[in-house]
């Protein structure tokens, strides 16, 4: 009489059909999270909707939104402190003119530094490194190290750039300037995204800008002028108060208007970064570009 059929061997652990576990390096944030554990290496899961060639300026707006929920803290605060700081800055200094308490170099330094290195690309920049996890899975970083490894000078020389040429730009025509600005807008969350130098920075966004300009200019330029007009009409209204009063009133503004705004500046440059990424390094994209109109 022949042997009948051994035991069956044991499925591997994992399931009945043989499949194994993955290891828990290779598991993403959602099947992590469903267990009952934190994402493998403090990740965060990009969002399949995010990284697409195919957006629109509602799919912004939601990731935005997303984006604030998920890090209410991160968008908010530094919104805050950032506003806060340039109004009192601003108000300072145009206060040290009325006065002549002050140098007009000195004044002018005050204001400098508070339109400009407290200014659109600089929050952008600021929030990209932020929130970026929301987007790109990268490792969730602690806000020290934003602090500590953010490209300060080329966010602040960005910033006075952009303020030049704008104000050249609308000297005598208001058009012209609303182009260049929707044209450079994405310079602060790039410098950061794909480590550009200031001047690769506006060469790319004006490559990117190109792709979207319609689109990039209803979801950052637009709301970026609501924000200059509250923070305009705030400024009248509490320009003669106490520079506490000043902080905290600009900061709300700050909180509800200038945090959205550096979040739908920050998502447009991710969304056209990764529909049409960069080829070769950052730094020698300027220089590729006087290279090909000098020729």
């Keep these: 009489m022949g042997s009948g059929p051994g ?44 990284l697409k060639s195919d957006f629109s300026g509602v799919e912004l707006v939601k990731a935005s939104a997303r984006a604030y929920r998920r890090f209410p803290g991160r968008v908010a605060v530094p919104a805050a402190i950032v506003f806060g700081a340039a109004a009192v800055a601003d108000a300072y200094g145009f206060r040290a003119i009325d006065g002549k308490h002050l140098s007009f170099l000195t004044v002018v330094t005050v204001v400098v530094i508070g339109v400009t290195a407290f200014g659109e690309a600089f929050y952008a920049g600021l929030v990209d490194r932020l929130v970026g996890v929301t987007e790109r899975g990268h490792e969730v970083t602690s806000v020290g190290h934003v602090l500590r490894t953010l490209p300060y000078l080329r966010l602040i020389l960005a910033d006075l750039l952009l303020t030049a040429a704008v104000a050249v730009a609308s000297l005598f025509v208001v058009l012209p300037g609303l182009v260049l600005f929707t044209l450079f807008g994405l310079v602060g969350p790039l410098i950061n995204l794909e480590d550009h130098g200031v001047m690769s920075a506006f060469v790319r966004s004006v490559s990117l800008v190109r792709r979207r300009f319609v689109t990039t200019f209803f979801v950052v330029t637009a709301p970026l002028l609501i924000e200059h007009e509250v923070v305009d009409l705030v400024g009248e209204a509490t320009h003669d108060t106490h520079f506490l009063v000043i902080f905290l009133t600009n900061a709300v503004v700050g909180i509800i208007v200038g945090s959205w705004v550096g979040l739908f500046e920050t998502f447009m440059a991710e969304r056209l970064s990764s529909s049409y990424p960069l080829t070769g390094h950052p730094r020698r994209l300027a220089r590729r570009f006087r290279d090909t109109t000098t020729s």
């Design 7 to 50: 035991p069956t061997p044991p499925a591997p652990d994992g399931g009945e059909d043989g499949a194994a576990d993955p290891p828990a390096d290779l598991r993403t944030s959602a099947e992590s999270e469903a267990e009952g554990g934190p994402p493998p290496d403090g990740r965060v899961e990009a969002d399949e909707n995010v």
